[in-house]
């Protein structure tokens, strides 16, 4: 039987490309699920891939970015396809010393959040999270691509307290979903892999909305080719 590999995305246009580039179709909706996330299925490379979509909000019509609709996602995912491996595909903010517009950030350490943050014994380490990945070196064989810690929080800016934590962390990769997907995959025994692709320096001037609207087109593509060489290389 060919391995099931489900993939989450919070952004429609994040996996236009990747949709498009392995000829997926979409599947119907759930109708026992309330909120419609859009999913599309297809086989490549001897697996079968399910890439699943955060869906957009119906009050704003905009993606439902972000750790919440993240991990309902995942969850009704998992339920519905029991996937053996699972990938939380995206874009990221890095800062400029360690990673280049569109470069590929992976990661073999535990993934964290830099805005959970509740000073009480046990909680503190609870609420930091430390959900594990599964990268494997061969996953990547020949593909150029950074091992970093993976950091996520609700917001797109970085107040100086999400610095800090990113710092102390190591944060190379800040973004907005991994964690809640990690977390969910953790709590099904489900191995976990992030792939992310720089769209905006965190560290210099000019506004991350900005960069990010500009780079969102190039590293969108960068993520498609990247996990098209690394679905191939699973065994
Ligand atoms: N302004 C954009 C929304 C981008 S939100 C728009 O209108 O389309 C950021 C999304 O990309 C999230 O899903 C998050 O995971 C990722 N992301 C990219 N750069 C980020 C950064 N610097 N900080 C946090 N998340 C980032």
């Not at 119907?28 to 955060?54: C, D, M, Y």
């Not at 939380?88 to 073999?108: E, M, P």
């Not at 917001?155 to 977390?183: H, T």
């Not at 320096?201 to 969102?216: A, C, M, S, T």
Request: proline letters at 5%; charged letters at 20%; glycine letters at 6%.
């Amino acid at each position: 039987m060919s391995k099931r590999i489900l993939i989450i995305m919070a952004m429609a246009a994040e996996a236009r490309p990747i949709i498009d580039q392995l000829g997926l179709h979409e599947l119907p909706a759930n109708p026992r699920l309330t909120s419609h996330f859009p999913r599309f299925q297809g086989e490549f490379a001897g697996k079968e891939i399910v890439i699943s979509l955060n869906g957009k909000s119906t009050e704003y019509g905009v993606d439902r970015i972000g750790t919440e609709f993240a991990a309902l996602n995942t969850q009704s995912a998992i339920i519905e396809f029991a996937p053996e491996l699972i990938i939380n595909a995206g874009t990221c903010g890095a800062f400029s010393a360690d990673a280049d517009i569109a470069d590929i950030i992976t990661s073999d350490q535990p993934v964290v959040y830099h805005d959970h943050r509740v000073p009480l014994e046990g909680f503190d380490c609870f609420a930091m999270g430390a959900y594990p990945t599964a990268y494997c070196p061969e996953y990547f064989q020949g593909i150029e691509h950074k091992l970093g810690v993976v950091t996520t929080g609700n917001s797109l800016d970085m107040p100086d307290i999400d610095r800090q934590w990113i710092r102390q962390n190591q944060g190379m990769a800040k973004e907005m979903e991994c964690a809640a997907v990690a977390a969910t995959a953790h709590l099904y025994g489900i191995d976990f892999l992030p792939i992310k692709s720089v769209t905006d320096h965190i560290d210099i001037e000019l506004d991350n909305v900005e960069q990010f609207l500009n780079n969102l087109g190039k590293a969108s593509q960068k993520l498609s080719e990247t996990l098209i060489r690394v679905l191939t290389n699973i065994k």
